[in-house]
Nanobody, 125 residues
Framework: QVQLVESGGGLVQAGDSLRLSCVGS????????LGWFRQAPGEERDFVAA?????????IYTDSVKGRFTISRDNAKNTVYLQMNSLKPEDTAVYYC?????????????????WGQGTQVTVSS
């Protein structure tokens, strides 16, 4: 059984930083792409960042977080991170991590077949 558990969310002020973590179990995570998505109230779950599996990883980001957020992974710990700097009120959402169906990371949430329960990030102005 695959399980993902996110942590690291909280209430911060604009300009602050947070690091989200997502620990997985039940699968060889090094072989799969991993992604972070976020969902604000009344909105769809939107892509934030993704990282491929394997030894030569590639990363992709949504435009609004480029230069501020960094996704990384530690395969030995089955963990994916999202370092979030220069946070803005519009970054407020529940953040979810997911594992993709292949070694690649994708922008579409439909390519992810396992999800965590989410962690709330609230950025005040």
């Amino acid at each position: 059984q695959v399980q993902l558990v996110e942590s690291g969310g909280g209430l911060v002020q604009a300009g602050d930083s947070l690091r989200l973590s997502c620990v997985g179990s039940g699968r060889t995570f090094s072989s799969y792409g991993l992604g972070w998505f976020r969902q604000a109230p009344g909105e769809e779950r939107d892509f934030v960042a993704a990282i491929s599996g394997g030894t030569m990883t590639t990363t992709i980001y949504t435009d609004s977080v480029k230069g501020r957020f960094t996704i990384s992974r530690d395969n030995a710990k089955n963990t994916v991170y999202l370092q979030m700097n220069s946070l803005k009120p519009e970054d407020t959402a529940v953040y979810y991590c997911g594992t993709s169906r292949s070694m690649l990371g994708y922008r579409s949430r439909y390519e992810y077949n396992y999800w965590g329960q989410g962690t709330q990030v609230t950025v005040s102005s």
